[in-house]
């Protein structure tokens, strides 16, 4: 029988990796979501023919890369739980044991190379809003007034759904190191299982008849 080392640790740390993951992602999500109303609603207050442009294309780029790595991370977690938990794939499960571990890895740390950025970007930026007419620009204390009277927010860190972007992630990213750290440690000591383990009955039979039979031959040579 595999020795599966770890085995209720790893599906712990997985199943949380993979929860977290989840909401991470649905936060994401939901994030896109209001920030296109969002737009849509301060574009919607431009009087004709002023046009409105508005980026925010520095976070929103960050947080994509996030919500999508999630994403990532949480199909591969759901497929590792798969091959611990059904029997039949039970030794496939403890002979990849190194390679989940990379699968888990790899996203982990796409979603924190995106949140990097994007909290250096919720820190310290704001939604950039520019009006034209035309093509002449119309001054920026014109456009911060129209979004004061309006009550619009365009502080990246006083925007609800950006600071739950700014939690979420990092909290899968905390349950991610963890489920990596147990599938590698598993992995560790399912080499060294596997190392230690003891040798077949069966071949220590045939060498010890094999030792006999050569035993025996040479005795008969001796009589001869």
Known sequence: ?????????RLGAVVLSVAFAIAAAGVGLTA???????????KGLAPAPVRVDIDVSDIDTAGKIATIANVVLAVF????LLLTVLP??????????KLQALALLVPLLVVIGGMIPY????????????????TQQLPQSMVDQVKARSGAEDTYKKIWYLRLLAIFPWISILFGIIAVAVVFLSASRASVDRSAAPVSPVRDSASSDKGSSAHHEKTATNNA
């Not at 029988?1 to 770890?6: A, F, G």
């Not at 039949?88 to 044991?97: A, D, G, M, P, Y």
């Open 32 to 42: 896109l979501i209001h920030e296109h109303k969002d737009i849509d609603h301060l």
């Open 77 to 80: 977690g759901a497929i590792i």
């Open 1 to 9: 029988m595999s020795v599966d080392p770890l085995r209720t640790a």
């Open 119 to 134: 909290m250096i970007f919720f820190v310290n930026r704001k939604v950039g809003v520019k009006a034209f007419i035309g």
């Open 88 to 97: 039949k794939f039970r030794v496939l499960s403890i002979k990849t044991l």
